[in-house]
Nanobody, 119 residues
Framework: QVQLQESGPGLVKPAQTLSLTCTVS??????????WSWIRQPPGKGLEWIGY???????YYIPSLKSRTSISRDTSKNQFTLQLSSVTPEDTAVYYC???????????WGQGTQVTVSS
């Protein structure tokens, strides 16, 4: 059974970079043909997909966040990381990592981690 666990600071100051890591167990992040995604849910709003890093290492980010987003991986640790720069209070959300064989269809989810952007 694949398990995902998010980790990172719960509080980030405005204009700083948010950095979260997803640690994967029970499966490899290089397994064909899985996509490893970051998704967030701001308070009172729906889920917003941020982007993915694929089994091949290729990445995709949604256009509205592309200029501030980077998703990378460490295959030796079986982890993938989200970096979101120049954060504002609007980036306050519960952040999830998730994976599946198709983009937008998630077989496995982390439990989510609250990130608050505040001075």
């Amino acid at each position: 059974q694949v398990q995902l666990q998010e980790s990172g600071p719960g509080l980030v100051k405005p204009a700083q970079t948010l950095s979260l890591t997803c640690t994967v167990s029970g499966g490899s992040i290089t397994t064909n043909y899985y996509y490893w995604s970051w998704i967030r849910q701001p308070p009172g709003k729906g889920l917003e997909w941020i982007g993915y890093i694929a089994y091949s290492g290729s990445t995709y980010y949604i256009p509205s966040l592309k200029s501030r987003t980077s998703i990378s991986r460490d295959t030796s640790k079986n982890q993938f990381t989200l970096q979101l720069s120049s954060v504002t209070p609007e980036d306050t959300a519960v952040y999830y990592c998730a994976s599946g064989l198709r983009v937008g269809v998630y077989d496995y989810w982390g439990q989510g981690t609250q990130v608050t952007v505040s001075s």
